[in-house]
């Protein structure tokens, strides 16, 4: 996607500050041993995540993978939830839907379209991300998203980028992954 067509913009984001915060006390913690997400955040993160979309459980996995695997870095984490703030607040008006997608539900690692494993089931989570319907076991942008993107010159970012601007278009999405940045 060309810099005209980004659905993303990093200007007047009000909360960077906090996040950044976060990100990087949630860090530490995490290398401190602190693994309950039940007592991991502090009322006012959860009050930040809340306002922006979010649910603890995505952040502590994003938060977990950075500590375990050095990725998702703060620059990541920060754009995908830009992402998921905004489509929260301009396309579904800052409520939540109320719906979880199950790990069940989604098409298993080895299902393909046009050949490309994998694709069904990281488009699904890219979907259920953006609108926060992800169940808690599951998570957008796991050790194994990571490198199919990178395979295509892609990021999470990036890639949520395209599944918004086309929607239920499966046969678009695959080919703008395939087209690259």
């Given at each position: 996607m060309d810099g005209q067509d980004t659905i993303m913009s990093l200007s007047n984001?009000?909360?960077?500050?906090?996040?950044?915060?976060?990100?990087?006390?949630?860090?530490?913690?995490y290398q401190q041993g602190k693994r309950e997400v039940s007592s991991f955040f502090q009322p006012e993160e959860l009050e930040l995540l809340q306002r922006i979309g979010y649910r603890?459980?995505?952040?502590?996995?994003?938060?977990?993978?950075?500590?375990?695997?050095?990725a998702p870095d703060y620059a990541t984490a920060y754009k995908v939830a830009v992402l998921r703030e905004r489509y929260f607040r301009e396309v579904q008006g800052g409520s939540w839907t109320g719906q979880v997608v199950a790990a069940s539900q989604l098409p298993a690692k080895?299902?393909?379209?046009d050949g490309v494993a994998w694709f069904p089931r990281l488009v699904a989570k890219a979907r259920a991300k953006?609108?926060?319907e992800l169940d808690e076991p599951t998570m957008y942008g796991c050790a194994g998203d990571r490198p199919f993107l990178a395979g295509y010159g892609h990021t999470l970012d990036s890639f949520l980028e395209i599944v918004w601007k086309h929607g239920e278009n499966d046969?678009?999405?695959?080919?703008?992954l395939r087209q690259g940045p």
């Amino acid at each position: 996607m060309d810099g005209q067509d980004t659905i993303m913009s990093l200007s007047n984001v009000s909360w960077e500050a906090e996040f950044r915060k976060l990100f990087e006390v949630g860090s530490d913690r995490y290398q401190q041993g602190k693994r309950e997400v039940s007592s991991f955040f502090q009322p006012e993160e959860l009050e930040l995540l809340q306002r922006i979309g979010y649910r603890a459980q995505e952040m502590f996995d994003f938060l977990e993978d950075h500590v375990n695997y050095g990725a998702p870095d703060y620059a990541t984490a920060y754009k995908v939830a830009v992402l998921r703030e905004r489509y929260f607040r301009e396309v579904q008006g800052g409520s939540w839907t109320g719906q979880v997608v199950a790990a069940s539900q989604l098409p298993a690692k080895t299902d393909t379209m046009d050949g490309v494993a994998w694709f069904p089931r990281l488009v699904a989570k890219a979907r259920a991300k953006l609108a926060g319907e992800l169940d808690e076991p599951t998570m957008y942008g796991c050790a194994g998203d990571r490198p199919f993107l990178a395979g295509y010159g892609h990021t999470l970012d990036s890639f949520l980028e395209i599944v918004w601007k086309h929607g239920e278009n499966d046969e678009a999405i695959l080919k703008a992954l395939r087209q690259g940045p």
